[in-house]
């Protein structure tokens, strides 16, 4: 046990918790993305406000969630660390400077990561804390008829506070009465700033995951030469152009949707 313990706290260790976080986190990301799509389905916020109630009202789904942030927590904290005990180990800078190979964002990850932590608690306060314990939103009121496909919305008064969401049928309609929190975001993403301060995270993100993805197999030693191309390719193009790019069209397409209202 001691062994274990002094393991997660040396220097491998701590890089180890943070290519472990990490890797988590970008598995996340795609799941997270692919939710996230929905808002380009034009049926007046119908698919995203069913995807936003059963993420929040699944259990395994719940459980994930804290995991979540557990992984965002620690990774936080364990790159703080590291950042902290690096400069304490070299405090005085080389008088004759060799070029370094390490590229912009391996330089910079302190101030990527920094940049998307405040995002995080940002993005969360807005959304998730406002979707969970602040009775803020409102609610929306979908009958669907499962023959023609149809669909009506109308805003919807809850009997109470309590109230969460409804699924019923009533012959061949369905009901579904659920938090709009598609309206939340519209409004959300029709402020210029929210949107430009979102650009600029999802920015961070591509260059912290152009290097923190391919970081943390070299971490794990998993870059052997065979795989190398395969890693560099996936950091690259998944997770350092596709994913950012797929999160920064949301707020952009929003923002100038809400131009033409």
Known sequence: MSEFKQTFNSSLGKKLIMALTGLFLCTFLIVHLGGNLLLFKHDQGYSFNAYANFL?????????????????????IYALVLTVKNRRARPIEYAVRTKSPASWSSKNMGLLGSILLL?????????????????????????????????????????NQEFERSFT???DIEIMR?????????WSFSHLWYVAFYVI??????????HGFQSAFQTFGWMHRKYKPIIYFIG??????????????????????????
Do not use: C
């Open 56 to 76: 929040t009202h699944f259990p395994p789904i719940e459980v994930i969630a804290y995991i979540l942030y557990l992984a965002i927590i620690l990774h936080a």
């Open 119 to 159: 995002f995080i608690v940002i993005h969360m306060g807005d959304f998730w804390l406002t979707y969970k314990y602040k009775h803020i939103l409102g609610f929306k009121e979908y009958r669907t008829n499962q023959v023609t496909g149809e669909r009506t919305v109308v805003d919807f008064n809850p009997p």
């Open 169 to 171: 049928t009533d012959g």
């Open 178 to 186: 659920v938090k709009d929190l598609h309206s939340r975001i519209q």
């Open 201 to 210: 995270a999802m920015g961070a993100l591509s260059f912290h995951l152009l």
């Open 236 to 261: 690259t193009w998944l997770f350092a152009v596709i994913i950012p790019l797929g999160f920064a069209l949301m707020p952009v397409v929003y923002y100038f949707q809400s131009l033409s209202k």
